[in-house]
């Protein structure tokens, strides 16, 4: 069974910042691409970041340069290191995982979804 577990949320000040991790489990995850899509309320879901991989990152143009995305394979993680935090970046962040390597901007790549985890910033 695959899971995918996400954690690292929570409430945070504009101009600070949280690192998420998504842990995986049931699969090779070496050789997974891993993303991460947010959805704010009253919003559609939003690509957010991706590691492929062959360690490839692919952002959204609005966290280029605040957030980076990275994977530790001995510990089937990857992390979402998020600075800079504004007010338009609270939302729910859930990370998903796909055996494929191009196309990771679009949620129907992939095959396997976390439950995923809250981040809220203040002003």
């Known amino acids: 069974q695959v899971q995918l577990v996400e954690s690292g949320g929570g409430l945070v000040q504009a101009g600070g910042s949280l690192r998420l991790s998504c842990a995986a489990s049931g699969r090779t995850f070496s050789t997974d691409s891993i993303g991460w899509f947010r959805q704010a309320p009253g919003k559609e879901r939003e690509f957010v970041a991706a590691?492929?991989?062959?360690?490839?990152?692919y952002y959204v143009d609005s966290v280029k340069g605040r957030f980076t995305i990275s994977r530790d394979n001995a510990k089937n993680t990857v992390y979402l290191q998020m600075n800079s935090l504004k007010l338009e970046d609270t939302a729910v962040y859930t990370c998903?995982?796909?055996?494929?390597?191009?196309?990771?901007?679009?949620?129907?790549?992939?095959?396997?979804w976390g439950q995923g985890t809250q981040v809220t910033v203040s002003s």
């Open positions: 998903a995982a796909s055996s494929r390597l191009l196309g990771l901007q679009a949620p129907t790549t992939y095959e396997y």
């Open positions: 590691i492929s991989w062959t360690d490839s990152t």
